[in-house]
Nanobody, 115 residues
């Protein structure tokens, strides 16, 4: 069984930065496609960023140029560096791992961007 634990959320002012982390248990991390999703206060879920096993990345248009996804296979951890945060980035951010036909989710971490 794979467990994903997110951390790093919090309250930040507009224009600020946060780095989210997602630590994975088990031994499939390096073989998994890792993604960050977010669910906003209207309960709309959005795919924010994805990183493949080879390190290729993809981003939602809404975060391109501001967010960076990365992974450290030695630490079984995926990161989301978020810069120039905007109030519309306020959401619960979820880590997702896809391995073969299985998908795993973390419990989520709240990010609130407000002055």
């Amino acid at each position: 069984q794979v467990q994903l634990v997110e951390s790093g959320g919090g309250l930040v002012q507009p224009g600020g930065s946060l780095r989210l982390s997602c630590a994975a248990s088990g031994n499939i991390f390096s073989s998994s496609v890792m993604s960050w999703y977010r669910q906003d206060p209207r309960n709309q879920r959005e795919l924010v960023a994805t990183i493949t096993t080879g390190g290729s990345t993809n981003y939602a248009d809404s975060v391109k140029g501001r967010f960076t996804i990365s992974r450290d296979n030695a630490k079984n951890t995926v990161y989301l560096q978020m810069n120039s945060l905007k109030p519309e980035d306020t959401a619960v951010y979820y880590c997702n791992a896809r391995y073969r036909w299985n998908a795993y989710w973390g419990q989520g971490t709240q990010v609130t961007v407000s002055s």
